[in-house]
């Protein structure tokens, strides 16, 4: 089955070449132009992966993810025509999984699109046989089922979250940069800012300590990020 891709933007031609590029890639697309359509659209058909602009009239797309982040945890790939870095962050806090700014490339679109797609998609069983459960103090990964918990307790994590957590689980006594993190949640060909790393190391820092860990990822000054104890 095709992925289902919705596209959120208050822009006719940008729809039109956002809908053209995802399709010829073999994707299936739905397009509306603001965000209460953009809800009433989710609750339709769940999509697999929303493209949400930012700058849309009367309600953002920052509110728009605000609310699906209520009840949903559907890929999120936010698009904005400034390139202000506290869209970015806000975005990404807000639960989003990536980022584009306008103008951009179709073709970069799709590849990063593919990429959260990827990390959303479970994998085959026969390709499971390695990929098992990870625990570390009272943290568990199922990378199998795309289930994380606390101490019993779930947790709602993106892809990219869920990626760079399992990431730091599979090396829990090292030390990872900046570097080691984006590879451990996106393709190698695409680039991400420093900062967009920030923010989803920041989110998921966010969501342990909702349900009670405060020393999920402890920051090592000039190297990089390590797994704390997880312990409560």
Known sequence: MP???????????????????????????AAVANGAAALQAVERRAPDLIVLDIGMPEMDGLEVCRRLRQKSDVPVLFLSARDEEIDRVLGLEMGGDDYVTKPFSP????????VILRRARPAPVEEEADDRAFAHGKLMLVPASHEASFDGKPLILTAIEFAILKGFLTRPQHVLGRDAVMANAYASNIHVSERTVDSHIRNVRAKLAAVGCLDAIATVHGVGFRLGRCGG
């Open 3 to 29: 992925h289902n891709i919705l596209v959120a933007d208050d822009d006719p031609h940008i729809r039109e070449i956002i809908c053209f590029a995802l399709e010829k890639a073999g994707m299936t697309t």
């Open 107 to 114: 073709r970069e679109l799709v590849a990063r699109v593919n």
